[in-house]
């Protein structure tokens, strides 16, 4: 599997399909993660500061890492 190309969405650059997002979720993928608690808690406080719920945070927490990591490494 190739990994997608990078989307700019307005100011910043993205993986996430924005229709996706509008979709109905009953068609994503599903995955179960298991966070260290220390980790667990630096990302239920990110969402509660964003006012987003914890799977939307993670998803948008991927996102900004993979970005970062596939800006760095080309």
């Known amino acids: 599997m190739s990994i997608p190309i990078l989307k700019k ?3 910043f650059m993205s993986y996430i399909d924005t229709t996706e997002l509008l ?3 009953d068609t994503w ?3 179960q993660v298991r966070l260290p608690n220390s980790l667990h808690q630096i990302v239920t406080q990110y ?3 964003k ?3 914890l799977n939307t945070a993670i998803i948008r ?3 900004i890492g993979l970005v970062s990591e596939t800006q760095r490494i080309q």
Request: no cysteine; hydrophobic share 35%.
């Open 47 to 49: 969402a509660q500061d």
């Open 61 to 63: 927490l991927l996102d």
């Open 23 to 25: 979709q109905n979720q």
């Open 51 to 53: 006012n987003m719920s």
């Open 29 to 31: 993928k599903r995955s």
């Open 9 to 11: 969405a307005q100011f």
